[in-house]
């Protein structure tokens, strides 16, 4: 069965460093998304992707986070000055489309840690 | 806005016993709801889901869900528990918005840990 993966499973970063999580989705899935998990918190959603942009973000998402999808099957998440507040797991997920029957299918995460 | 609750931090349950696992939710239009769940260092895995049509909707590994439009609600079940149902469990909404221009995004409750004791 197709699956979503992540790389790396752990990230460690000093405050202020660039970070790049990576993620595969499902080959022939058309939407992305970001999510993360603050440790003890809820799964928050980030981002969403299609046709090479931005569909929707949250107040979350902002300036120093940037999606990309640099070719056909990895999709991107940049923190540009990554802060401690940043640390948490980070899940990517794809689905076919937004229509009523597509599903969010979740990567593994990756989990990242800001010292 | 749209938002879950889950009003249970953990259920526990003996093997064997039917579960229930509890969610409601609030939307501005027509909901679409889901159950994920995750194990220890895994990803979120889906259950099940609810789009429109029969309110009992069937999922994987004997789990299903009741959705009572009244009540909002969302809750979990399983007939019979197994020790290896115990996990973190997620219910999550996606506002389908009343012309169907709603959300990308998944809203989560902040999950219920289920604990099957044999």
């Known amino acids: 069965e197709p699956e979503v993966t992540q790389t790396p499973s752990h990230q460690v970063t000093q405050m202020g460093q660039e970070v790049i999580l990576r993620c595969v989705p499902i080959?022939?899935?058309?939407?992305f998304y970001w999510y993360r998990q603050i440790l003890g918190q809820k799964v928050e959603f980030l981002v969403s992707?299609?046709?090479?942009?931005?569909?929707?973000k949250s107040e979350i998402f902002d300036d120093q986070f940037s999606v990309e999808r640099p070719d056909g099957s990895n999709f991107t998440l940049k923190i540009r000055s990554t802060k401690l507040e940043d640390s948490a797991m980070y899940f990517c997920?794809?689905?076919?489309?937004?229509?009523?029957?597509?599903?969010?299918?979740f990567g593994p995460g990756t989990r990242l840690t800001v010292l | 806005a749209q938002s879950v609750a889950q009003p249970e931090d953990q259920v526990n349950v003996a093997e064997g016993n039917p579960l229930t696992v509890k969610c409601t939710y609030s939307?501005?239009?027509?909901?679409?709801l889901f159950w994920y769940v995750q194990y220890p260092n895994r990803g979120l895995q889906f259950l099940l889901k609810?789009?429109?049509?029969?309110?009992l909707v069937k999922g994987s590994y004997g789990f299903e869900a009741e959705f009572n439009k009244s009540q909002t609600s969302f809750h979990l079940k399983k007939p019979s528990a197994l020790v290896s149902d115990s996990a973190l469990y997620f219910c999550?909404?996606?506002?389908?918005?009343?012309?169907?221009?709603?959300?990308?995004?998944?809203?989560f409750g902040k999950g219920t840990h289920l604990i099957i004791q044999p």
């Open positions: 939307v501005s239009g027509n909901p679409y």
């Open positions: 997920a794809s689905s076919l489309g937004l229509a009523d029957t597509d599903t969010q299918y």
């Open positions: 609810y789009i429109t049509g029969d309110n």
């Open positions: 992707f299609y046709n090479n942009e931005i569909s929707e």
């Open positions: 080959s022939n899935h058309l939407y």
């Open positions: 999550a909404v996606r506002d389908q918005g009343w012309t169907g221009g709603g959300a990308d995004g998944l809203t």
